[in-house]
């Protein structure tokens, strides 16, 4: 782990990104913009959008600017529009036809702005059947097929946080969407509106198995496979002191060596045959329960059997190779990962902490020329600080 340094200015240097406050993927895909040096104001709403953690401690709103508008109030549209006028992107996560009726949807931002990159992350998309129905990841990567690939087969399937739906098949999809649109609005000067549902994402992320499930490689249940833990030399064993491995050693060379430090016979024709699996897993099982995690650790050390310690979200940061990378960060008092991926001319970094709601909108109101973000009574305006450790917009 290491503590942040003085950061560069990053690959994103100079775009502008309005993002309408919301929770979850939306927040998150700004992060990443923001990270790569993208100035990102974030519009507060009065009182926050719910289900938000402290303020101070939500690093998806680090490196982040933030303003508070009440879009409901009379001047409310008109100061977000401002900023549109203004931006490269805009990124809100409403239910469809919400911004339109807030008077800052995809018509009348281009009105203002027609380079305007308008990003919108749903879980359903803005069309279909279940377009205007409440949801969570969890409901979005169940109807993908996705949701049904994970855990045991004789138990309920596994459910993998809200990682795989909101942040592979949302955000990382709608930051995709909005720089491809971005670098075509910079070539052509006409915007556009990208359309970034975690069903079509979570979706996506499965082409691989639909490929495999075609040509007869993939069986349509759970635990019966080569990549979903069927297979028992690609898993997670528990060892004496209940923590686990992790073992991936597909290739043979792999597979053997594998074998070789865990002290298991060869078995070079049960790596092949279904039929024998249920059996070397039962000989692997009872090898790893023999030794701690740590006793393991030490033994598949150095070699190339594709074997890691699982390890928990506080351990991960301390782990030799991890920490070298400077894959975890420090900046005020928060452990948290940091920018990803690496860029060799234009490096990212956590320049500042998670913004505050409304602190910076005297800045915001100089530096991008809207001085309709003042307000006219004092309002509910966090005290800036100097490197802003604590800094945050509620998600």
């Known amino acids: 782990m290491t503590e942040a340094k003085t950061p560069g200015p990053g690959p994103l240097a100079g775009v502008r990104v309005v993002e309408l406050a919301g929770i979850g993927p939306g927040p998150f895909a700004a992060m990443l913009l923001a990270d790569l040096g993208a100035d990102v104001v ?29 879009l ?23 239910r469809p036809g919400v911004a339109e009726r807030l008077g800052v949807g995809p018509e009348e931002c281009h009105a203002r702005n027609p380079r305007l990159v308008y990003g919108r992350m749903t879980g359903w998309g803005q069309q279909g059947p279940l377009a205007d129905r409440a949801g969570h990841d969890i409901a979005y990567i169940a109807l993908t097929g996705t949701l049904g690939m994970l855990g045991d087969p004789d138990r309920p399937p596994a ?24 670098n075509h609005a910079r070539a052509t000067g006409t915007g556009q509106v990208v359309d970034a549902a975690i069903v079509d994402g979570t979706a996506h992320l499965s082409a691989l198995i639909h490929g495999m499930l075609a040509a ?50 060869d078995q070079p024709s049960a790596r092949t045959d279904v039929t024998r699996w249920p ?5 692997v099982a009872a090898r790893f329960k023999s030794r701690t995690r740590e006793e393991w650790t030490a033994v598949f050390e150095g070699s190339d059997a594709c074997v890691a310690p699982v390890l928990s979200l506080r351990e991960a940061p301390h782990h030799p ?75």
């Open 216 to 265: 007869g490689a993939w069986q349509d249940r759970r635990g019966a496979n080569l990549l979903d833990g069927g297979c028992p030399y690609y898993g997670t064993y528990e060892t004496a002191d209940g923590r686990h491995m992790a073992v991936g050693a597909l290739e043979p060379q792999f597979y053997d060596e594998f074998l070789r430090l865990l002290g298991i016979e």
């Open 42 to 70: 974030r519009v507060d709403r009065p009182g926050g959008p719910g289900l938000a953690i402290d303020p101070a401690h939500d690093v998806t709103n680090r490196n982040k600017r933030s303003v508070i508008v009440d």
């Open 72 to 94: 409901k109030a009379p001047d409310g549209p008109a100061r977000v529009l401002d900023l549109a006028a203004r931006a490269d992107i805009l990124i809100e996560g409403y």
């Open 321 to 395: 190779h991890l920490a070298a990378r400077g894959t975890f960060t420090d900046h005020g008092g928060i452990t948290q990962p940091a920018p990803a991926p690496r860029f060799s001319a234009t490096p990212a970094a956590v320049r500042t902490g998670p913004a505050l709601p409304g602190q910076d909108t005297a800045e915001v109101a100089r530096d991008w020329d809207v001085p309709r973000l003042l307000p006219t009574a004092p309002g509910p305006q966090h005290p800036r600080r100097s490197d802003h450790p604590q800094r945050k917009a509620s998600s």
């Open 279 to 283: 059996d070397l897993r039962e000989q």
């Open 159 to 182: 459910v993998p946080a809200n990682l795989l739906g909101d942040f592979a098949g949302g955000s990382l999809y709608l930051v995709v969407g909005v720089l491809a649109a971005l």
